[in-house]
């Protein structure tokens, strides 16, 4: 396989996905958000192969000015009515090549490239390079991917087998995503790992808290977190870095 290339089916089921794909989604997403929580809000941002524009939507409600790219036309028509029912305009999201992106320099003071997208990605070095051009100085890009190392990874269910060996083979660890990063010219300033037990223990969860008012999304992200706390070093199926590009 030389690019994954997602149909509508799919979209629709990671839209909405299992149980155990929402959990994942959610534990990335929490933790996501801890490492930009502390910045100062600066005006735009774009997701770059935003999919179904969760992070577009994410980061609206945050009090950005939310952007988002794919490449798939039927990407943008699922997000697009997405952000449709949140009152978000769909010209917010549109299709276009992450390595040759239609934006001016310095455009957005947040990117964030989740889920793997950069794997997904033909030439991840460009992409990168047109991340630092529409970022502007100061600017910072919040970039997430499964790690193939990890002895639990599983990815979603939504995959198939063939999605999965693709990944494994282009998924970036912490030595190679830094790697293309500083070679990008950004500066590493943050990262964390989610998703941080196994798969079967999360369901175990998810039964366990089913019912409760709180829901099982924001107890599994309370649980991480605590454990990230007490564990600085445990790593997870899924590692997000924060980067910055210099003044
Ligand atoms: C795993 S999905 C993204 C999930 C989404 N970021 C999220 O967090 O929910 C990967 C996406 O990257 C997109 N993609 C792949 N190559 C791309 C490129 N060159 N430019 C923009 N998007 C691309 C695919 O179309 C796909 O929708």
């Known amino acids: 396989m030389e690019v994954i290339a997602y149909d509508r089916a799919w979209y629709e089921r990671y839209d909405r996905g299992s149980d155990i794909d929402e959990a994942k989604k959610h534990l990335e997403y929490a933790a996501a958000l801890d490492l930009v929580r502390d910045l100062p809000h600066c005006g735009a941002s774009l997701d770059v192969g935003t999919a ?8 609206h409600r ?18 697009r009515n997405n952000l449709a029912n949140y009152g978000i305009n769909g010209s917010r999201v549109r299709q276009m090549d992450a390595q040759d992106m239609n934006f001016p320099d310095a455009a957005f003071g947040l990117v964030s490239c989740m889920m793997g997208t950069l794997a997904h990605i033909t030439r991840p070095d460009r992409a990168l390079a047109e991340i630092r051009r529409v970022l502007a100085p100061g600017g910072v890009v919040l970039l997430s991917n499964w790690q193939p190392r990890s002895m639990e990874v599983d990815f979603l269910t939504v995959n198939t087998d063939a999605h999965n060996s693709y990944l494994s083979e282009r998924s970036f660890d912490l030595e190679g995503i830094v790697r293309l990063v500083t070679e990008a010219g950004l500066v590493l300033e943050r990262h964390a790992y989610a998703v941080l037990l196994p798969t079967a223990a999360i369901r175990r969860l998810i039964d366990c808290c089913a019912g409760e008012p709180a829901g099982p999304l924001e107890r599994l992200a309370l649980l991480e977190a605590q454990l990230r706390g007490f564990f600085p070093r445990l790593r997870g199926q899924i590692l997000i870095l924060l980067a910055r590009k210099p003044c």
């Open 52 to 59: 179904t524009g969760r992070y577009v939507l994410a980061f």
């Open 62 to 79: 945050f009090g950005y000015l939310a952007h988002g790219i794919d490449v798939s036309a039927e990407a943008i028509e699922i997000a």
